[in-house]
């Protein structure tokens, strides 16, 4: 039931509002893009794209925002915050926080060079959020490639679907406490690569947990293709990463994606839409919240 136009008429300045607010974020801090954008991956893969995980946690309310995949990582909040108080004031009451998101989203790609798309819009807002379905919907970076399939395949996304926007890791980083494991005890990692992201993850658990390293050694502030170079050389920085190309089902689409940017930017961009229609809160579901971070 998303359209494109849903707010054409009652928020006409909606689409340019977003747009300036996620231009100024990722400007002044490239990484912006990709906190943004997998926030609104972490809100879609629980309970659907209602922006659950936009709610802050209270003395009286658990929300997402410390589930294990999120605390101490997920970022951008603020950003999405700033946006809707900018959307608020020029159409108050209409907007909901989770179309905010899927909007910011597709803002940040594009200022970072990926692919655009339009956007579907006619959201409404959760009035809960749930830390246990977070804990157990998010794919976690210790994943096999056929559990990876599953997580993905239980909100109606196929394999190729997963490889696409798995691709999303061409920007952005990831905390050593992620990829520990993966740089000192795996086999199908290219050497001098593992050495290099040793120096900035000690081997021992508990030290330097938060020391980050970029998803994509060649780009990390760049939305391209290299991701999927990186996994054919190897250089994939998570194990979920490099299950992509072990000599699985999925290494065609890899490779294919490696040869082609212009498949991988057409079938991220049909992916992000699909993500988009997971589950929404539509007519009288939900409600429009006038703050992101707190239900009406
Ligand atoms: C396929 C399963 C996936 C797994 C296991 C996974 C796991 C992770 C992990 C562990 C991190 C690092 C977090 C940290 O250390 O704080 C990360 C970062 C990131 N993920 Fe994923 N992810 C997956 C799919 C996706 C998808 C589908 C998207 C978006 C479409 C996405 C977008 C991102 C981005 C942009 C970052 C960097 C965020 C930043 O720098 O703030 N990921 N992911
Ligand atoms: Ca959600």
Same mark, same amino acid.
């Given at each position: 039931q998303l359209t494109t136009n849903f707010y054409s008429t009652s928020c006409p300045n909606l689409l340019a509002t977003v747009k300036s607010g996620v231009k100024s974020a990722v400007s002044s801090q490239p990484r912006m893009g990709a906190s943004i954008l997998r926030l609104f991956f972490h809100d879609c893969f629980v /309970? *659907?794209? &209602? *922006? !659950?995980?936009l709610l802050d946690d209270t003395s009286s309310f658990t929300g997402e925002q410390n589930a294990n995949p999120n605390r101490n990582s997920a970022r951008g909040f603020n950003v999405i915050d700033n946006i809707k108080t900018a959307v608020e004031k020029a159409? =108050? #009451?209409?907007?909901?926080c989770a179309d905010i998101l899927a909007i910011a989203a597709r803002d940040s790609v594009v200022q970072l060079g990926g692919p655009n798309w339009n956007v579907k819009v006619g959201r409404r807002d959760a009035k809960t959020a749930s830390q246990a379905a977070a804990n157990s919907n998010i794919p976690a970076p210790s994943m096999s490639l056929s559990q990876l399939i599953r997580s993905f395949s239980a909100v109606g996304l196929s394999t190729r679907d997963m490889v696409a926007l798995s691709g +999303?890791?061409?920007i952005g980083q990831s905390r050593c406490t992620n990829f520990r494991t993966r740089v000192? /005890?795996?086999? /199908?990692?290219n050497a001098a690569f593992a050495t290099l992201r040793q120096r900035s993850c =000690?081997?021992? +658990? *508990? !030290? #330097? &947990?938060g020391n980050l390293a970029p998803? &994509?050694? /060649? !780009? +990390?502030t760049s939305f391209d293709n290299s991701y999927f170079k990186n996994l054919m050389a190897q250089? *994939?920085?998570l194990h979920s990463d490099q299950e992509l190309f072990n #000599? #699985?089902?999925t290494d065609s689409i890899v490779r294919g994606y490696s040869n082609s940017p212009s498949s991988f930017n057409s079938d991220f961009a049909a992916a992000m839409i699909k993500m988009g229609d997971i589950s929404p809160l539509t007519g009288s579901s939900g409600e429009i919240r006038k703050v992101c971070g707190r239900t009406n």
């Amino acid at each position: 039931q998303l359209t494109t136009n849903f707010y054409s008429t009652s928020c006409p300045n909606l689409l340019a509002t977003v747009k300036s607010g996620v231009k100024s974020a990722v400007s002044s801090q490239p990484r912006m893009g990709a906190s943004i954008l997998r926030l609104f991956f972490h809100d879609c893969f629980v /309970n *659907g794209c &209602d *922006g !659950s995980i936009l709610l802050d946690d209270t003395s009286s309310f658990t929300g997402e925002q410390n589930a294990n995949p999120n605390r101490n990582s997920a970022r951008g909040f603020n950003v999405i915050d700033n946006i809707k108080t900018a959307v608020e004031k020029a159409c =108050p #009451g209409v907007v909901s926080c989770a179309d905010i998101l899927a909007i910011a989203a597709r803002d940040s790609v594009v200022q970072l060079g990926g692919p655009n798309w339009n956007v579907k819009v006619g959201r409404r807002d959760a009035k809960t959020a749930s830390q246990a379905a977070a804990n157990s919907n998010i794919p976690a970076p210790s994943m096999s490639l056929s559990q990876l399939i599953r997580s993905f395949s239980a909100v109606g996304l196929s394999t190729r679907d997963m490889v696409a926007l798995s691709g +999303a890791h061409t920007i952005g980083q990831s905390r050593c406490t992620n990829f520990r494991t993966r740089v000192y /005890n795996e086999t /199908n990692i290219n050497a001098a690569f593992a050495t290099l992201r040793q120096r900035s993850c =000690p081997r021992t +658990a *508990g !030290s #330097g &947990d938060g020391n980050l390293a970029p998803l &994509d050694i /060649n !780009s +990390a502030t760049s939305f391209d293709n290299s991701y999927f170079k990186n996994l054919m050389a190897q250089r *994939g920085l998570l194990h979920s990463d490099q299950e992509l190309f072990n #000599g #699985g089902s999925t290494d065609s689409i890899v490779r294919g994606y490696s040869n082609s940017p212009s498949s991988f930017n057409s079938d991220f961009a049909a992916a992000m839409i699909k993500m988009g229609d997971i589950s929404p809160l539509t007519g009288s579901s939900g409600e429009i919240r006038k703050v992101c971070g707190r239900t009406n």
